[in-house]
Each structure stands twice: as structure tokens, then as C-alpha cells.
T-cell receptor, first 117, second 110 residues
Framework: GAVVSQHPSWVICKSGTSVKIECRSL??????MFWYRQFPKQSLMLMAT?????????EQGVEKDKFLINHASLTLSTLTVTSAHPEDSSFYIC?????????????FGEGSWLTVV | GQQLNQSPQSMFIQEGEDVSMNCTSS?????WLWYKQDPGEGPVLLIA?????ELTSNGRLTAQFGITRKDSFLNISASIPSDVGIYFC??????????FGTGTSLTVIP
């Protein structure tokens, strides 16, 4: 199947600093990518939909100024957690939508663990 | 975003037993996708379904797109310890929105 890669896999940062997580579709072009947050033993929580060349669409309750999303190319979306605080520590996952002959499929990245100390 | 009704929420089974889980929606979908997520990793696509009534297998896994287009099920036959994990369904609406199930946590007892 298609491959979506996230980087870094894990990151530790100091409170107040910003952290950038990259999501790349390695073998297909993705006009739409998605960013999720997942707490232990819980389902994926959609944060925002990233659209290539336009502004991201954020889910209700997600601060767009804190979680900056940029989708500058068809293969790369980035999530920047600005002024990170310990409560932002979480597992962040991206996914990319691939358009196929039969329909759309979503492929997920490996996830990125963020720890804010 | 909206979440699909997925059941059961968790399952504890003996190795070798078959497993069945399903997702239901109040509205129709054009696509159903099933994923497995291991702890600390991203979900991995297991099976994709694009047509009502479609039945697709992937090894010991079989999934079906419900004829009403409002449900889908996933079966795992002869479970083994490595089947342990969380299984998610996802459905795409006619408006191209994707919605996810709440997940089924599977534990296989050797």
C-alpha cells in the first residue's frame, strides 16, 4: 500500500518552545492530509484537515494559532505546536488521502510522540 | 468530528477463536476502511471496501460493505497472539468526509 511517513518519531522539548512535525506522502500526491491527536487507550481525535495550497480546516475546540498547519506541497504537511506546554504532550498522527480508481483511501503515518517538559 | 458506532468496544478471546466486529452509521457511506493500530504506532490499513455488498479478504481477515451502505463488519478467523491491537473502522460519506469508529480493543489469550 501507499506510504506516509512522519518525522520525528518522538521529540522532547522545553515548555514555551515550538515543535514542528512533518508528514510526507512518499509515493503519491495528497491534496488532503489530516492531523490527529491520540491519548492513551483512546480513539483518534481529528484536529484539522490540511488542504494543499489553502488554509487548514480546524475542528471545533482546536486552537489554530497554537497548532499551525502548513500544506505547501502535494507531498508534505507540517504541524507546528507553538509555545508548547506539558498538556500538549501527546501522540500526534497524520494521514493522507489517496485518490484511487475505485475510491479514496486514507493512509496513516507512524505517529509522533511529543513530550513537553 | 463525528464518530461511527463500533462494537464491541473490547474483546478477550482464546487463541484460535474467530473474531467479529462491526461499525454502523445513521447515514450512508461510499467507502469503508478497516485499520489495525498497535500501541505507539500509527494505524495500518487492513482492508478497503468501495461497493455495497463487497466482501474482501486479506489473509485471515474478511470485511464486508453492508448492503444498506450504513454498516460494515470485520472478521478475523483463527486468531493468533499477534492479532492483539486496536481495530478501527472508517467511513467516507458522499460529501467526502471521513469518520472513524471508536475502536475495538482485541486481546488474544494464548
Amino acid at each position: 500500500g501507499a506510504v506516509v511517513s512522519q518525522h520525528p518519531s518522538w521529540v522532547i522539548c522545553k515548555s514555551g518552545t515550538s515543535v514542528k512535525i512533518e508528514c510526507r506522502s512518499l509515493d503519491f500526491q495528497a491534496t488532503t492530509m489530516f492531523w490527529y491527536r491520540q491519548f492513551p487507550k483512546q480513539s483518534l481525535m481529528l484536529m484539522a484537515t490540511s488542504n494543499e495550497g489553502s488554509k487548514a480546516t480546524y475542528e471545533q475546540g482546536v486552537e489554530k494559532d497554537k497548532f499551525l498547519i502548513n500544506h505547501a506541497s502535494l507531498t508534505l504537511s507540517t504541524l507546528t505546536v507553538t509555545s508548547a506546554h506539558p498538556e500538549d504532550s501527546s501522540f500526534y498522527i497524520c494521514s493522507a488521502r489517496q485518490a484511487g480508481a475505485r475510491g479514496n483511501t486514507i493512509y496513516f503515518g507512524e505517529g509522533s510522540w511529543l513530550t513537553v517538559v | 468530528g463525528q464518530q461511527l458506532n463500533q462494537s464491541p468496544q473490547s474483546m478477550f478471546i482464546q487463541e484460535g477463536e474467530d473474531v467479529s466486529m462491526n461499525c454502523t452509521s445513521s447515514s450512508i457511506f461510499n467507502t469503508w476502511l478497516w485499520y489495525k493500530q498497535d500501541p505507539g504506532e500509527g494505524p495500518v490499513l487492513l482492508i478497503a471496501l468501495y461497493k455495497a455488498g463487497e466482501l474482501t479478504s486479506n489473509g485471515r481477515l474478511t470485511a464486508q460493505f453492508g448492503i444498506t451502505r450504513k454498516d460494515s463488519f470485520l472478521n478475523i478467523s483463527a486468531s493468533i497472539p499477534s492479532d492483539v491491537g486496536i481495530y478501527f473502522c472508517a467511513g467516507q460519506s458522499p460529501g467526502n468526509q471521513f469518520y472513524f469508529g471508536t475502536g475495538t480493543s482485541l486481546t488474544v489469550i494464548p
